[in-house]
């Protein structure tokens, strides 16, 4: 049974930082990984994915400013938010899917297992 929880998140300034945890249990280093979020109004957006070969992949809106990565001894995913804007405001999920490959999470794939959500909040 996998298990995602996820850690970290909380409210900072505008231009500062916070860096969200993902404890997995139950996936495998097959998985594709990903951190995704939702804001109020808003459809749940993939923000950056890891593959099962360790590719990593980002949506424009983050590039140069988030990095993901993952400690496979700690199964442990990690979304590290740099100048950070109010417009990153949103509810952040974890999430894992056996298909390894991550690509069609921009183009609308469910991944099958989730987190329950972590709140990041951005004041300006």
């Known amino acids: 049974q996998v298990q995602l929880v996820e850690s970290g998140g909380g409210s900072v300034q505008a231009g500062g930082s916070l860096r969200l945890s993902c404890v997995a249990s139950g996936t495998h280093r097959s998985y594709c990984m990903g951190w995704f979020r939702q804001a109020p109004g808003k459809e749940r957006e993939a923000v950056a994915t890891i593959d099962s070969d360790s590719s990593t992949s980002y949506a424009d809106s983050v590039k140069g400013r988030f990095t993901i990565s993952q400690d496979n001894a700690k199964s442990t995913l990690y979304l590290q938010m740099n100048s950070l804007k109010p417009e990153d405001t949103a509810m952040y999920y974890c999430?894992?899917?056996?298909?390894?490959?991550?690509?069609?999470?921009?183009?609308?794939?469910?991944?099958?297992?989730w987190g329950q959500g972590i709140q990041v909040t951005v004041s300006s």
């Open positions: 999430a894992a899917d056996p298909i390894g490959y991550c690509g069609g999470a921009y183009r609308g794939y469910e991944l099958d297992y």
